[in-house]
């Protein structure tokens, strides 16, 4: 179905995040009280109805982006299908809002103003001045606290032309989020990848806010196009005393948390850092799959080839750097360049081919024969003269890779020994850049009886009574 799209439009300040949260019931827009918040384009199904757009607030007088804003802005009323006009009913029609009203009335789509703000039906009363400013469609409501909101729906649906019946849009492969430091490149990648300008790229740091859902469609060089979701998140930093931005970084950490995989972009000129190597924890503790993309791979070429460097041992420093930052990261890695489109499609085979991996199933035979070959490998140390042992092990789930492993006593595993097991794992099986979720089901057996003896399949039968560890924490 091909879904008509409506514009949130109006200056800065006047509830526009607001509302978008209202009427997509969510929580993806920044909120906070200061103008100039909401810099990129929100976009969010409504009810399965219509597509609606969150844009930028116009005329913030402090805000650097200003005027790179009002040209976007003005570009999707170009293409809107109805216009929502959002006004503040508690400070009457500013010039501001004049100036808007007179662009707005040289549009042939559909118009609504609506007058955020309006708490009470009391309040109606003062609002004379807005119904006299000459658009048919006027409703007042309060996006706070949801007055009027089914009001507003109805108004647009009624306006809005039938959605075309168009083929059935081929299923998505991959949901991944874009995360990495500020100003690593991630917006000009978004809009790389979307082939066109939905996210506001400056120098500056800090500039995008929301994390920015994107859905798009690749052709490949095969001649076979793909769809898939891309989340352009905000920079995340170790700490920051700017409140937009703390909530900014809290969306961010939400977006992982929704997407199937994790690209983390690296910066080739200055290479891995401490803040990389704490994203990189927190995507395997969110149990995603990781995949590292190097950008600004066209400015580190040419800088080599200034200094007569060679590419393959740039290269090869640059994953000793990693190495030594992030020891046991086995991520995919991908040079590319979001300026020059360099790599673009070798990242996206990437993230289908990972998105794959997450759905691998292990048989059971094959992960006992694999764990007890790397147990008689290198058998687990005594902890307090007690000697940790797994009885039977099989695969609970997938994204992430689930595995429940029966044994006697999780106290007595040395605390690098889970590593060891999953190192094992990926030498074994398809598993790079999957996160690998343990959980420890303890069985204990009295030392030297014939229970002590039984055979991983009668261990199994015995399990639902034994006690359950989860989550045993990892090192590095």
Known sequence: MSLPSVLLFGRTNVG???LFNRLTKSKTAVVYDQPGVTRDFLTATVDGLFQLTDSGGLF???DAFTRAIEARVTEALKKADAVVWVVDGRCGLTPTDLTLAEQLRKLKVPRILVINKVDR???????AEFYKSGFEIVIPISAEHDRNIDVLKEAVVRALPKAEVCAVDAPI???????????VGKSSLTNALLGEERALVSATAGTTRDAVECPFAWTFKTGQTERFILIDTAGVRKKTSDSVEFYASVRTRAAMAEADIAVVLLDALTGPTALDKLLLNEVATLGKGCLLAVNKWDLAREQLERDGEDIVQFQKKFLEALRKVCPFTDAPIVFLSAKTGDGLEVLLKEIKALRQRLSTKLTTGALNRCLQALQLRQPPSAVG??????????????????????????????TTYARFLENGLRKTF?????SVKWEWIEKPQKEGSETEKTTAGRAKRAVPRGKR???VPKDG
């Open 16 to 18: 526009k995040s607001t």
């Open 60 to 62: 913030a007088p402090t």
């Open 121 to 127: 039906s009391e309040d109606e009363e003062d609002l």
């Open 173 to 183: 492969v991959a949901k991944f989020a874009l995360i990495g430091r500020p100003n």
């Open 385 to 414: 003269g007690k000697r940790f042992k797994i009885y039977y092990a099989a695969q609970a789930g997938q994204m992430p890779v689930a595995i429940k492993v029966f044994c006697n006593r999780c106290a007595w595993m040395p």
């Open 430 to 434: 398809p598993l790079s850049g999957c």
């Open 469 to 471: 560890v989860q989550n």
